[in-house]
Structures are given as structure tokens and as C-alpha cells.
DNA sequence: TTGACAGGTGTACATCTGTTCACTAATTTA
DNA sequence: TAAATTAGTGAACAGATGTACACCTGTCAA
């Protein structure tokens, strides 16, 4: 069957779904063409159908802004690195990433090693969540051990208190951040380890909030 | 401060919330008339600003749709549990067990406080499993705070080391089980609290074994 | 008792936005 | 080599959608 998607389609596809998670709604025909260049609706429109005929994309006819990814969409999407369900059928579960690999984009299919189902209220948006398998003991003091899955909602900012998931000089790592005087400070919750300064030349990241903790006991 | 949200606003954001869940894209200010009873645009109109303006909400002026709920908004949007489906028969959820009455058989239904979504990874059974919501920081050593959601599996057995669920004088309590020279011990995770023994009149029940933990930190 | 606020109504209108039509050029496939 | 497909162009238009204005009722606090 060759019910395949086109580069371009991909390429429109992903703009649609980047657009999404920055601005909390999807994007129109013109906002689309205005990224891609295009200065005819109907250019878009047609590429529109075809995802729709494919059925990587939904739409309402006549209704403005009304696109939604289908799961078959993500599914092609994360082979780019962006990501929501990793099993189809399962509206609970994501995607669990356990050791990440420098250089990669963090959602890279290389780091994601299965999925883990989670509780709703634990999730600010499904789709910008993942979960992470906790490394170290630097969290004890909060509730967190080694071992344990971290529920983690992508996002570039936190407050002060925010359980965080940074990347460090490619390392991907789980902490409190406080920032003041205009410098962030990781703060583990075990003695053991020292507070981490953020100076202006880390290689720094911040990659999400954690928003749920989990852990088997079995 | 007084930048609170009223009941009204907050059916509104709810709505907004689950629409874009649904759907993929957010409502327009006639969906959610439509949904609410209300005839004008310029009712829907006032409400939405008033959420912008207590930062509940983000919009794009003239713009269709570019409705947004902020981080604000989710954190409201969380004491309302707002969820997909927490129904029975989720193969994910277990019954939540709050507070437990004196005197009723644990699983009774006036116990039964709701249902949470865990991964199976925790489960040995998930018919004989159940969800109990911790009360106390006395097992916090072993990273259970107050607030946590354990999953039980219900036996009546367990050995040295487990971290149990035991009825005491119809007290629920949460402990670390140990039997030694026939005698039984629960061992709190906290320097706080004494050992409870377990002597010959105690109205002593073994309810089941924690087999996971969950937590919800937003 | 009065003013502020919440929660609207009804109407008009401007702008956003999607659809439709006729058309073209380049590339791919049979 | 011709047909099919991809990827558009340009224009017109219909409908969706948000904004703005004047207004109303009920509740609550000063």
C-alpha cells in the first residue's frame, strides 16, 4: 500500500504540530502558507486534503483552525523527534524515556524505551508530557529515588520550588530550581550532593516540570 | 490579593480545557455560548477577558480560536480534577480508598472516594488491587508523603521488609512489616514515630502489601 | 440607598478564514 | 511518451468569528 506521506506533507504535518505546542492552538491555511512561503490558500488547502485522505490530520470543513492530528500522525511525527501517544490504543500511557543520549533531541526515538501509563491528574497536557526513569539519589529528601518514574511536562520555564528536568552538558538530570538574582540554582534534596550554579556559559537546558512521581514496588 | 476566579469563569476555563481535549483546537466564543446557554457573543466576550486579565487564559486578538489556557489556568483546572475518562472500566483504574469508616469491610463502597489510573507494572492482580490515599509523613523515609497514592494488593500475608496496609482499632495505617519471635512489628520510616507491636489483643487486620506509589505534584 | 460588579442581551460590523474555480509547471510513473 | 501526480498561483466569495456599543437585571458591599 503505498499510503504514504510526501516530504512536504511531513513538513507541513510537523509545522502544524510545533505550531500547536507553542501557541496553544493550531495555526490557519494563512498561517501556514505565510511559513511555507506559499501565497495561495489553495496550495495549502490541497496539501491539507491530502493529509486528511491519508488520515495523518482531521479537520472540520468550514470551521476555522479546526485541525487535529490523528494518532497516525504523531505515530509519523515521532520518527522526528516529536512525539505524544507511543501506544495507539492506550489514552494513558507515555512515552517513557529512560537513559538519554547526548546530542539527541530528547524525545529521539533512540531514548524512548517503552511507555508507562499514568494518571490524568497528573498530566498539565498529554501530548507535552513524557516520563522519565529517575537516576541517582540526589532527590531522596523530595520523594524521589532512584529508580523511580517522573512524570514530566515539557516546558522552558519554572518557578522557584519547581520540581525541574534540566540537561546538563548533556546529561539529563532531576532537581528544584530556585532562581534569584537573576541566576538559576539546582537544588538537590539529599545532603550528600552539592546545590548546581548555573553560570552564563552551561550548556543548560530546561526540558520540563515534573508533575507526577511514580513508583513499583513490585 | 483578590484575583480570584469565579465559580462561573471557571466552568468557562473547564470547558475550554476539555473542548480542546475533545477536539484538538480550542472552542470559539460561539462553541462555548452554544454549550453555556448564551445568547450574545459579547457574554462570552466578557468572561474570556476577564480570564486574560487574572491570567487564567491567553488569546490573540482577532484571531479565531487562539484561545490558551495558561499555567495558571492548568493549576486551577487541577483542583477540579479535570481528567479524561476515570471510569470502571478503565483496565488502568483501581478504586481510591480516602477515608476509611470504622467498622465497614475496607472495599465498601462509602470508602471509595473515586478511581486513579496506574500503570500494570504495579499491579499483581488487579482485581485484589486497590488505591488507598496516604494521611501522615510517617513512612516519608521510604518516599511516601502525605498526599500519596499507594497501590494495595490485598493479602493477608507478607514478609519481613514489605511495606503493608493494616487495619488497627479500624485505624488505617501504612507501615514496614516485620515478624520477629512470632511477634509482629510495624516500623514507621520516620524517626518521629515509635514502632507500633502488634500485641495478642490488638485488633490487629493485615489488609494487603503496597506494591506502587503515585504522586501528583500539580 | 447607591454604586460596583457579575452576568448577561441584542445588534451591527469588520476581519479572519476556508472553499471554490480555472489554471500552470515540474516531476514521477506506467 | 503520455498520463498521473505533486505543488502550487490568483482571484473571488461565503461563512465563521471576534469586536464594539448601548443596554439590562440581580447581587452585594459601603
Known sequence: MKQEITDRQKEILQF???FGQENGYPPSLRDIAAHFGISSTNGVA???????????LSK?????????ITEKGW?????????SEKEADNPFALPLLGRVAAGFP???YDNIEGSVVVDPSMLRERKDSFALKVKGDSMINAGIFEGDIVVVHKQIFASNGDIVVAQIDGEV???????KNNQIILLPANEKY????????????L??????VTRCLN
Open 106 to 108: 530528547i524525545m529521539h
Open 46 to 56: 490541497g496539501h491539507l486534503e491530502k493529509l486528511v485522505t491519508k488520515n495523518f
Open 60 to 68: 472540520e470543513s468550514n470551521s476555522s483552525r479546526a485541525l487535529s
Open 75 to 83: 505515530l509519523v511525527l515521532s520518527d522526528e523527534g516529536l512525539t
Open 207 to 212: 526540558i520540563g516540570k515534573v508533575t507526577g
Open 194 to 205: 552539592e546545590p548546581i550554579v548555573i553560570s552564563q556559559n552551561s550548556n543548560f537546558t
Open 16 to 18: 502544524i504540530a510545533e
Open 173 to 179: 538530570t532531576v532537581k528544584t530550581y530556585l532562581r
